[in-house]
């Protein structure tokens, strides 16, 4: 899991500079405030009735959420989501500015291509974290949206702080490492994968 701390959240370029607060974590959390969505709209996956409900708070750039991405959703999305046993609910929690960057375009494209994008990011991180605005820009190309675009994107400031709000809810929640889990309300932090997930999961669907 990667630990966060202030400097992590200190956003050195031009367009992103500014917008980061770290809210201090909270030591508890009250269940309304985790299921309320982001001011900017929530991301997910499945019938919003589910039984059970997973939220996943993530960066694009933190090597262990891309573990966690590469090597056991698939399986989650097969067995749970695509099946409509859970919810699941991936929420941004950037912890550098390649990860706020990647977020503003994954919002920026439609609703639909979001979860394809953000799955493109994980699977590719290595590369594109050499040189994240030019990685960046090749992805953002890949998805049919123009460098000039690209560039207008990275400088909407309302975007970028929406997503910073949002990542701050959740840092009240607690979030203090990424990635995190709340199985219906249950923090799941350390090592997550498919296994664990199958233990905590078959026996709220009973």
Same mark, same amino acid.
């Given at each position: 899991?990667?630990?966060?701390?202030?400097?992590?959240?200190?956003?050195?370029?031009?367009?992103?500079?500014?917008?980061?607060?770290?809210?201090?974590? @909270?030591?508890?959390?009250?269940?309304?405030?985790?299921? =309320?969505? #982001?001011?900017?709209?929530?991301?997910?996956?499945?019938?919003?009735? $589910?039984?059970?409900?997973?939220?996943?708070?993530?960066?694009?750039?933190?090597?262990?959420?891309?573990?966690?991405?590469?090597?056991?959703?698939?399986?989650?999305?097969?067995?749970?989501?695509?099946?409509?046993?859970?919810?699941?609910?991936?929420?941004?929690? #950037?912890?550098?500015? @390649? $990860?706020?960057?990647?977020?503003?375009?994954?919002?920026?494209?439609?609703?639909?291509?979001?979860?394809?994008?953000?799955?493109?990011?994980?699977?590719?991180?290595?590369?594109?974290?050499?040189?994240?605005?030019?990685?960046? *820009?090749?992805?953002? =190309?890949?998805?049919? /949206?123009?460098?000039? =675009?690209?560039?207008?994107?990275?400088?909407?400031?309302?975007?970028?702080?929406?997503?910073?709000?949002?990542?701050?809810?959740? *840092?009240?929640?607690?979030?203090?490492?990424? #990635?995190?889990?709340?199985?219906?309300?249950? =923090?799941?932090?350390?090592?997550?994968? /498919?296994?664990?997930?199958? $233990?905590?999961?078959?026996?709220?669907?009973?």
């Amino acid at each position: 899991m990667t630990k966060l701390n202030r400097r992590d959240f200190l956003l050195g370029s031009t367009a992103l500079a500014g917008l980061a607060v770290l809210a201090m974590p @909270a030591l508890a959390f009250d269940q309304a405030e985790l299921n =309320k969505p #982001p001011a900017m709209g929530e991301m997910s996956m499945a019938p919003i009735n $589910a039984k059970v409900t997973l939220i996943e708070y993530a960066s694009a750039s933190c090597p262990h959420c891309a573990e966690f991405h590469n090597n056991s959703f698939d399986a989650l999305k097969r067995e749970y989501i695509d099946t409509g046993k859970i919810r699941f609910v991936f929420r941004e929690f #950037p912890h550098n500015d @390649a $990860a706020l960057a990647a977020f503003m375009l994954a919002r920026s494209v439609p609703k639909e291509s979001y979860f394809p994008i953000i799955d493109i990011m994980f699977e590719t991180q290595a590369s594109w974290l050499e040189n994240w605005p030019e990685g960046l *820009a090749n992805i953002a =190309k890949q998805a049919g /949206i123009p460098k000039e =675009k690209f560039d207008a994107i990275l400088k909407d400031q309302a975007l970028a702080k929406g997503i910073i709000d949002a990542r701050d809810q959740g *840092a009240s929640l607690g979030v203090t490492g990424i #990635p995190t889990f709340f199985l219906n309300g249950e =923090k799941l932090e350390g090592e997550v994968t /498919i296994e664990t997930l199958r $233990a905590k999961i078959d026996p709220l669907l009973n």
